[in-house]
């Protein structure tokens, strides 16, 4: 009869405290929370829209909330999570048409979508101060 223990000869599957932490990773990583992240700015964004929709004592509430110090780093950080998830989609879009998937490519992209993100973040916030 054949060995009937074969859990014993298996291969025990890596863990996360097997694995070096690559920047690729944490790009990965990254991508997921701010994912997550967009879905807080979104109601932040439906409750601006509706003090909006409530009349101007509600409106003026939401603008001293989200002119307040807090309130501008709170959306600073949407701004950015919403640059990143951005450029990350295109990152695995590039990826998907077959480019990009050695280890040169998968690390320029990966720190282009960073350094894009904090640039478009900062140049959008430029914008927006200017324009005010």
Known sequence: MANTDTRAN???S???QVYRPLFTMMM?????ITGSALYVGTILMVYWLLAGAAGAES???AMDLFGSLLGRLVLFGFTWALMHHMLGGMRHFIWDTGRG???VGRNWL???TLAGSLSLTLILWIIGYAVR
């Open 28 to 32: 990965s990583i990254m991508h997921r």
């Open 101 to 103: 998937l050695d280890a």
């Open 59 to 61: 409106y003026n509430t």
């Open 110 to 112: 990966a720190r282009a």
């Open 14 to 16: 890596p863990h996360l």
């Open 10 to 12: 298996r291969p025990l």
